[in-house]
């Protein structure tokens, strides 16, 4: 499978974006899809994931109540709706696929290129 990640941008904070993992080459509900970010001079991290048999939902600490993951099959798509962005929440996001779930890296064999998000004023 190959994934496009898009919709990051410039964002004043407490603003929204969303962004959008397009997937190609095979069915993305045949996976489990990660959302990932790093941040300059960070490790990148897990933000949310979507498990592929039931669409469950898991978030990190941070980003709990502002984000959320979904999926949409028919356009073989999977998305991050970000609000209440914060200062803290740039980085660029990457997305990913996995047979298995959870908010770290080495579930997930299949990566997307970055997409870059930066919230300021």
């Known amino acids: 499978v190959q994934l496009q990640a898009s919709g990051g941008g410039s964002v004043q904070p407490g603003g929204s974006l969303r962004l959008s993992c397009a997937g190609s080459g095979s069915a993305l509900d045949d996976y489990s899809i990660g959302w990932f970010r790093q941040a300059p001079g960070k490790k990148r991290e897990g933000v949310a994931c979507?498990?592929?048999?039931?669409?469950?939902?898991f978030y990190a600490d941070a980003v709990k109540g502002r984000f959320t993951i979904s999926r949409d099959n028919a356009k073989n798509t999977v998305f991050l709706q970000m609000n209440s962005l914060k200062p803290e929440d740039t980085a660029v996001y990457y997305c990913?696929?996995?047979?298995?779930?959870?908010?770290?890296?080495?579930?997930?064999?299949?990566w997307g290129q970055g997409t870059l998000v930066t919230v300021s004023s």
């Open positions: 979507i498990t592929n048999s039931d669409s469950r939902a």
């Open positions: 990913a696929a996995g047979t298995d779930y959870g908010l770290g890296e080495d579930w997930y064999d299949y």
